[in-house]
């Protein structure tokens, strides 16, 4: 017995000296998160995301984004590679497979589906579901993550590149890492040029034009935050901060009818996520961790509606996930919201209150 102890002792020192002299694979700086905001107000939790419907269950995986066509057809993104669409029958037919990971979907007024996807760059698919690849760099760095996107009327496309350093596979080692090696880009269709409006940002994700196309948000998801960057007016050029101190991990933005902005959030913020930070030698050795010793993500469904000032209007919550979690996309369409989510076999759908 004694013996065995001693070896057990041994093999633990070992692992652990192993784990302290091994490279750690990022290279973390210290960030102190604000603390999180009350869920009170507008924030309050409710339980109006219970009453989800669940479209598609089980014969999607992932499915991050969701768009419609003129004709009112539902699209989605999915973990498989795939963009699909929803028949008549509630089935899911695959519209293309991009060979990557799609994340990000819109029509631009041609009616091509533009697609973000995080291996394979920006694409256009035509209505055969044919691809055409738009662009896989800018500024003479490669995209690595390509992620959300917003379309202008005159066809320009806003999109973002989450990291250039970490693919998708590797979100968690960028938020470990804590350095900003997200962008917010814009494609010109008739130029073919793609160029870089605001750099250096702590995860670009979802991207929203306001109504009036003055502006384009960006979401930081791991600052808790929404940039604006104004594209007319005497403003025109700048960034400044659109919503900060989020109460959770903003991810896809998206318009609505009347010129609010529903924005997923894919959990609340994590606190021991927050007390790491500050400390780079702890994510240092967290990331040589398997991911299953990694702090986990609350499951909680949260969307949030903001004016176009950046005041949160309303909020619809799932405490505990029972119902949806993990919400990447809450989508404005005929009087319902569409939400997509990273992981999961569903599609969620609820019928939104009158105001």
């Given at each position: ?17 192993a ?11 210290a960030?102190?998160?604000?603390p ?8 309050a ?6 009453e ?10 992932g ?49 091509n ?15 055969g ?22 379309v ?32 917010l ?148 369409h ?22």
């Amino acid at each position: 017995m004694r013996r065995t102890l001693v070896i057990v002792a041994v093999v633990a020192l070992v692992g652990l000296a192993a784990l302290v002299l091994v490279p750690a694979p990022i290279d973390p700086v210290a960030y102190t998160p604000p603390p999180p905001p009350p869920l009170s107000g507008p924030l309050a939790p409710n339980l109006a995301l219970r009453e989800a419907e669940r479209l598609l269950e089980g014969k999607v995986h992932g499915p991050e984004d969701v768009a419609f066509d003129a004709q009112g057809r539902l699209y989605a993104s999915t973990a498989d590679g795939k963009v699909v669409r929803l028949t008549a029958a509630g089935e899911a037919e695959e519209f293309a497979a991009t060979g990557g990971r799609p994340l990000g979907l819109r029509f631009d007024p041609a009616g091509n589906l533009i697609v973000c996807d995080a291996y394979k760059g920006l694409l256009s698919l035509d209505a055969g579901g044919r691809i055409t690849v738009l662009a896989t760099e800018a500024g003479g760095v490669p995209f690595r993550f390509t992620d959300n996107l917003d379309v202008a009327g005159d066809g320009v496309v806003y999109f973002s590149d989450a990291s250039s350093k970490f693919g998708q596979a590797e979100y968690l080692y960028d938020l470990l890492e804590a350095r900003p090696h997200g962008r917010l880009l814009r494609h010109d269709p008739l130029t073919g040029r793609t160029d870089v409006l605001v750099p250096e940002l702590s995860f670009a994700n979802g991207v929203a034009l306001a109504s009036g196309e003055e502006f384009v948000l960006v979401g930081e998801t791991y600052r808790y935050r929404v940039l604006r960057h104004w594209l007319k007016g005497p403003r025109a050029g700048t960034t400044d901060v659109f919503a900060e101190n989020i109460a959770g991990f903003p991810d896809n933005i998206g318009r609505s009818p009347r010129g609010t902005v529903w924005i997923g959030l894919f959990t609340v913020s994590n606190p021991l996520m927050d007390a790491l930070h500050p400390r780079r030698w702890a994510k240092g050795l967290l990331s040589k961790l398997p991911r299953f010793a990694w702090p986990r993500p609350a499951p909680y469904g949260l969307v949030l509606e903001m004016d176009e000032g950046g005041r949160v209007l309303r909020t619809l919550h799932d405490p505990g996930g029972e119902r949806v979690r993990q919400i990447t996309t809450a989508r404005e369409h005929e009087g319902r919201l569409y939400l997509g989510n990273l992981d999961e076999r569903w599609i969620g759908r609820v019928t939104l209150p009158l105001r």
